[in-house]
């Protein structure tokens, strides 16, 4: 679980830094679609694009035509969201119940950005937009998580039930909640909800621990991403990779 350039101790350590209110993209939406987003909201805003009671109405009534293209319907989603309107707001905050699927990691977004546009104008503190590719919940992020078996064969009973009872008991103490928790035969993933203040590879390191008290069963070769959830073939090439590194030490 060694990190060279220690990644996550800096990403977390730029929080800790941070003063203001935490937002956090609960949807999954992925990073290029979150760029594509804020690119077009800030040449708006260059543009100076404002929004008139006239213009609301029509928005209103436009998006839920079903033969309006995709780009008005990201125009008037962005055009919302940078209104500082709560009537916008609300009607973004309505629209993201049924979005149209060609538009919806857009809605997310414009909702999101809403949000924050309004909370910092009303409260007068500052807001901090926190995203990733797995989105988060509150202001705890989402990781993915794998974590193999050290040898080759299948994990046993005894251990499957190790791995449940320490990981229930443990992740609650630091704040952290397990989402899904499937233990395959050769590995674990993990979906789990992580305060953005906490250090995720620390708390990964100690439940690994405690559940190698009961015969270092674990690999302590864990990865970990709040980017996507890996495939069937990443993951069977880390394994076939660990799996390799260890055979290769144990030849020489």
């Not at 999954?28 to 213009?55: C, G, H, W």
């Not at 320490?166 to 909640?177: G, K, W």
Request: proline share 2%; with cysteine; charged share 30%.
């Amino acid at each position: 679980m060694k990190d060279k350039d220690d990644v996550f101790e800096r990403f977390r350590d730029s929080f800790n830094k941070l003063e203001g209110r935490f937002h956090v993209l609960e949807q999954r939406v992925p990073i290029e679609a979150q760029l594509e987003y804020f690119k077009y909201s800030e040449q708006m805003r260059k543009n100076n694009v404002k929004m008139t009671d006239d213009e609301y109405h029509i928005y209103h009534k436009s998006l839920y035509t079903d033969t309006l293209s995709a780009e008005h319907k990201k125009y008037i989603l962005s055009a919302l969201a940078i209104s500082n309107d709560v009537r916008a707001y609300r009607l973004l905050e309505e629209y993201v119940q049924r979005p149209d699927p060609d538009v919806t990691n857009w809605a997310y977004m414009a909702l999101m950005e809403s949000r924050i546009s309004l909370e910092s104008e009303l409260l007068q503190e500052k807001q901090i937009y926190i995203s990733t590719g797995l989105g988060g919940k509150g202001e705890k992020l989402r990781f993915y998580v794998l974590i193999i078996a050290s040898g080759e064969e299948p994990f046993q009973e005894y251990q499957r039930q190790t791995i449940e009872r320490e990981f229930d008991y443990y992740f609650p103490t630091e704040e952290c909640e397990i989402e899904r928790l499937t233990i395959h035969e050769l590995y674990v993933e993990l979906s789990l909800l992580v305060p953005v203040r906490k250090d995720i590879r620390s708390i990964l390191e100690k439940v690994v621990t405690e559940c190698n008290q009961y015969g270092n069963f674990i690999s302590d070769s864990v990865t970990i991403t709040n980017m996507k959830e890996l495939s069937a073939t990443e993951i069977e090439e880390i394994i076939r990779r660990n799996h390799g590194n260890k055979n290769t030490q144990a030849g020489r």
